[in-house]
C-alpha cells in the first residue's frame, strides 16, 4: 500500500496567514493526490483534486501543488472557518489516506 | 443537488453481520463508481471498498477481504455494504461516498459499533 505521511500532525494559526501543509508518498502517485477537509461533526469535504485542480464552490484561497512523492496545500489567509482536519488520499493504486493535518487557533 | 443517505447502523454483536445502504440522487448513478469510506472514533479516514458503476467490479482494503461484500442497485439508485464476521475494530462512521476518482460528494455517514 502507498502511505501518505503528512506533516505537521497540528498547526497552530492566525487569522490571515498564509499556511502550508505537506503530504508525502512513500512511491510515485503522479499526481493522482487529492485534498479533502473535515470540520468537527461534519463529512469530509474535496477541496482540490488531481494535486493542483480547483473545486467549484471551494473559496480561491485553497490551492495545492506538486506531482510524484510532494504534495502541499497551501492556504493563502486562513480564516476561523478552515479550522479543520485536512487529510490527502492518493488514487493511483487502491486508495490510502494520510493520518491527517489539525489546524488550530494560536 | 448531489445527495448520498445511508442508513442500517447500529450496535452488533461481535461476530454478527449488518447491511448499511446508501441511497443517492441528484446525478446519473449509473454512470459512477461507488465507494465506502469509513472513521473509527477519534481516528483517520480509511478506504474500505469500491465497486464500478455497472457492478462488473469490486475493490476491497484487506482487513475486510472475505468478510465485507459491496453490491450496487442501479435500478434503485442505492448502493449497499454487507458486512459479515464483524469484529470490535469495524467500529466506526461509514460514510457513502462517489468515487470519480476522488470521492466527490459524501453522504452523512452511519455508526456502527461492534460490541458485546
Known amino acids: 500500500d502507498v502511505v501518505l505521511t503528512q506533516s505537521p500532525a497540528t498547526l497552530s494559526v492566525t487569522p490571515g496567514e498564509r499556511i502550508s501543509l505537506s503530504c508525502r508518498a512513500s512511491?510515485?502517485?503522479?499526481?493522482?493526490l487529492h485534498w479533502y477537509q473535515q470540520k468537527p461533526n461534519e463529512s469530509p469535504r474535496l477541496l482540490i483534486k488531481y494535486a493542483s485542480q480547483s473545486i467549484s464552490g471551494i473559496p480561491s484561497r485553497f490551492s495545492g501543488s506538486g506531482s510524484g512523492t510532494d504534495f502541499t496545500l497551501s492556504i493563502n489567509g486562513v480564516e476561523l472557518e478552515d479550522l479543520s482536519i485536512y487529510y490527502c488520499q492518493q488514487g493511483n493504486s487502491l486508495p490510502t489516506f494520510g493520518s491527517g493535518t489539525k489546524l488550530e487557533i494560536k | 443537488e448531489v445527495q448520498l443517505v445511508e442508513s442500517g447502523g447500529g450496535l452488533v454483536q461481535p461476530g454478527r453481520s449488518m447491511k448499511l445502504s446508501c441511497a443517492a440522487s441528484g446525478f446519473t448513478f449509473n454512470n459512477y463508481d461507488m465507494a465506502w469510506v469509513c472513521q473509527a472514533p477519534k481516528k483517520g479516514l480509511e478506504w474500505v471498498a469500491t465497486i464500478s458503476y455497472d457492478g462488473s467490479s469490486t475493490y476491497y482494503r484487506d482487513s475486510v477481504k472475505g468478510r465485507f461484500t459491496i453490491s450496487r442497485d442501479n435500478a434503485k439508485s442505492t448502493l449497499y455494504l454487507q458486512m459479515d464476521s464483524l469484529r470490535s475494530e469495524d467500529t466506526a462512521t461509514y460514510y457513502c461516498?462517489?468515487?470519480?476518482?476522488?470521492?466527490?460528494?459524501w453522504g452523512q455517514g452511519v455508526m456502527v459499533t461492534v460490541s458485546s
Open positions: 461516498a462517489r468515487h470519480y476518482p476522488a470521492f466527490d460528494y
Open positions: 512511491e510515485s502517485v503522479d499526481t493522482y
